[in-house]
């Protein structure tokens, strides 16, 4: 299993706002370590959504947005829309590990 | 624009070895390094290790030490990894992707489209 822990699922109904939590330790988020998340859709290579926390590439919406507290990071998306049903994976280094890891993943369901 | 266009699909017998390549255009490709990730079936994803494409320096994952290789030929843009001793949990889709990377950590951006790797005997 990952260092970094996610909800397996998540929901919500067009228009809501959901959130997905990633959780780590000292040796990871809690050491400092930046969080990057990636949306996956099956079949289709994952994309840079978020990285350095809270900074989105080029071309994601502001829908999307990061932040972080102590060991761990979130990833919150406004306005909900059936496009955006996919696995979201969190990224970070882990020192323990000496390694880059993800989260376990979320899929996040359109109600 | 900036793309990662990796090799076609392998199928291999356990024991094997397969050879992914991963050919980048767009940018300098000496600028930024190459990780690569994998996805079996029904799983998360899972960080392989990385190369620096300007003096070939690697880092692999623990779990893959000794089974797994990373290179580069600069003069094609092209990063490649091999992976011996294939085992059935080896089946998976192998991605490349460009690390970015600053004092606190690396992320990947963008993607090569995938490689699926079958081990079947």
């Known amino acids: 299993q990952s260092v970094l822990t996610q909800p397996p699922s998540v929901s919500g109904a067009p228009g809501q706002r959901v959130t997905i939590s990633c959780t780590g330790s000292s040796s990871n988020i809690g050491a400092g370590y930046e969080v990057h998340w990636y949306q996956h859709l099956p079949g289709t290579a994952p994309k840079l959504l978020i990285y350095?926390?809270?900074n989105r590439p080029s071309g994601v919406p502001d829908r999307f947005s990061g932040s972080k507290s102590a060991t761990s990071a979130s990833l919150a998306i406004s306005g909900l829309q059936a496009g955006d049903e996919a696995d979201y994976y969190c990224?970070?280094?882990?020192?323990?590990?000496?390694?880059?890891?993800f989260g376990t993943g979320t899929k996040v369901t359109v109600l | 624009q900036v793309q990662l266009v990796q090799s076609g699909a392998e199928v291999k017998k356990p024991g094997a070895s397969v050879k992914v390549s991963c050919k980048a255009s767009g940018y300098t490709f000496t600028t930024y390094g190459i990780s690569w990730v994998r996805q079996a079936p029904g799983q998360g994803l899972e960080c392989m290790g990385y190369i620096s494409t300007y003096n070939g320096n690697t880092n692999y994952a623990q779990r893959l030490q000794g089974r797994v290789t990373m290179t580069t030929d600069t003069s094609t843009s092209t990063a490649y990894m091999e992976l011996r001793n294939l085992r059935s949990d080896d089946t998976a889709v192998y991605y490349c992707a460009r690390s970015h990377t600053s004092s606190f950590g690396s992320w990947f951006d963008p993607w090569g489209q995938g490689t699926l790797v079958t081990v079947s005997s």
């Open positions: 990224q970070s280094y882990d020192s323990s590990l000496s390694g880059y890891v």
């Open positions: 350095r926390f809270n």
